[in-house]
């Protein structure tokens, strides 16, 4: 059982930023890769970024590329998402996501592979 805790979420202007972070129980963390998420009112959970377990990949949605990093830190079962210049349509909920793999480089983009979800933070943009 892995229990994943998603802090950083807020209320931002137009062209701000928020650090996501997510913080995960697991003992081996490091054999999950890690997604976030989001679903914004009235609209379906969409992908947003996924990262290795080796922390080497990543991949992006088109709509955050260039805009949003994920990282993470094994040694504090933890990862990160920097969000930059932040847009009134990043408004949603974003979840942390944690998937058992078993190559290091592997990248997970699809929701029904995850084994683990957070509850969630709040993220508002105002424009």
């Known amino acids: 059982q892995v229990q994943l805790v998603e802090s950083g979420g807020g209320l931002v202007q137009a062209g701000g930023s928020l650090r996501l972070s997510c913080a995960a129980s697991?003992?081996?963390?490091?054999?999950?890769?890690m997604g976030w998420f989001r679903q914004a009112p009235g609209k379906e959970r969409e992908f947003v970024a996924t990262?290795?377990?080796?922390?080497?990949?990543?991949y992006y949605a088109n709509s955050v590329k260039g805009r949003f990093t994920f990282s993470r830190d094994n040694a504090k079962n933890t990862v990160f998402l920097q969000m930059n210049n932040l847009k009134p349509e990043d408004t949603a909920v974003y979840y942390c996501?944690?998937?058992?793999?078993?190559?290091?480089?592997?990248?997970?983009?699809?929701?029904?592979?995850?084994?683990?979800w957070g509850q969630g933070t709040q993220v508002t943009v105002s424009s």
């Open positions: 996501a944690a998937g058992l793999v078993s190559n290091s480089d592997s990248l997970v983009l699809t929701a029904s592979r995850y084994d683990y």
């Open positions: 990262i290795s377990w080796s922390g080497g990949s990543t």
């Open positions: 697991a003992r081996t963390f490091s054999r999950y890769a």
